[in-house]
């Protein structure tokens, strides 16, 4: 946990808990501290405040594990932004601040959901920024992104340990220019299509069966520590232009929204992917959130200038001190 000023934050890594399980603490926490403090937080409403029970604590991934599915395909390496790595190595956060009515207007004038819009913008954006490195279209990658989807949201399971896997829609840059409405057609019907109970299951049963296979567990630790960066890239990031994960709208108890102003949400880097995004929706606010390890910001700039230019207003703030 870290604290600042008015600021109350948590940090998480993935082996936990997600995005839902992370909020789910933050909430409870700040509920708890304003109380504490002497405000009047009003009734809890689905916010956790007495003892865990079992479920919340439940493996969710081998509950719903079936080992006899085919597995997903393998995918290709994607087209992966590159830059110059700050050193020190810290996390740069560029930061736009939309109404969120603004953007869900757009996105119903589109008839598309607001996280589609949102993707479809970012997968656009490293279009744009492949087509000014890569001049040839033979020799472009293709362009795919990460967007998490909430598994519990498919199974029935209140589990609180991470438990999320991916949605990755794909345009192929080699085959031509896409345009932003068939960018747009594309991940619609990849979080159509693949967020289905039979699709998304073959992705948790390949990952749990690695977890499960005997030949994996007699491997040496030595040899796992040697063999796991590889497998990271080649069946993880290096499959990924990128991350956008939308945590929603949050929604807080009366008593409780009127201490609480904004909610931000941050993802972590890497050393592959080394910008991603983060979007959360509080009030009448909608929060977007880069996290990057390099100097460039190329990929902000052209995200958020497509955002105004469909008429979004964007107010952007940033942690990087001008020198």
């Not at 498919?154 to 068939?182: A, Q, W």
Request: include cysteine; glycine fraction near 8%.
């Amino acid at each position: 946990m870290r604290y600042w000023q008015r600021r109350i934050a948590v940090e998480f890594c993935h082996i936990l808990t997600d995005g839902t399980g992370g909020l789910t603490f933050l909430k409870a926490l700040v509920y708890d501290y304003l109380g504490r403090v002497g405000k009047e937080a009003g009734e809890p409403g689905d916010i956790l405040t007495g003892a865990p029970c079992e479920e919340e604590a439940e493996d969710a991934y081998n509950r719903f594990y079936k080992s006899t599915l085919p597995l997903p395909d393998k995918g290709k390496t994607a087209f992966h932004p590159y830059g110059s790595i700050t050193l020190p190595i810290n996390t740069l956060i560029t930061t736009g601040i939309i109404p969120l009515e603004a953007a869900l207007r757009e996105a119903k004038k589109r008839n598309v959901t607001l996280t589609v819009l949102l993707v479809a913008v970012y997968m656009d954006a490293l279009q744009e920024l492949q087509d000014s490195r890569v001049q040839k279209n033979t020799q472009k990658r293709p362009i795919a992104l990460q967007v998490p989807v909430n598994m519990r949201s498919i199974y029935p399971s209140k589990t609180l340990r991470n438990f999320s896997l991916f949605v990755i829609p794909e345009i192929d840059p080699r085959l031509g220019k896409y345009s932003f409405e068939e960018i747009l057609q594309v991940v619609r019907e990849a979080m159509i299509t693949q967020t289905n109970e039979k699709s998304i299951s073959r992705y948790l049963s390949r990952n749990v069966g690695g977890q499960r296979s005997w030949a994996v567990r007699i491997v040496p630790m030595f040899l796992k520590r040697f063999l796991m960066p590889f497998l990271y890239t080649r069946m993880g990031e290096g499959l990924c232009s990128g991350t956008l994960s939308n945590v929603g709208l949050v929604k807080l108890p009366e008593g409780m929204a009127r201490e609480v102003e904004r909610v931000d949400f941050i993802l972590g880097t890497n050393p592959i992917n080394k910008t991603q995004c983060a979007v959360s929706s509080y009030g009448d606010k909608l929060v977007i959130n880069f996290g990057r390890i390099i100097a460039e910001t190329d990929v902000e700039r052209l995200f958020f200038t497509r955002l105004i230019k469909m008429g979004i207003p964007v107010k952007m703030e940033t942690n990087v001190k001008s020198s």
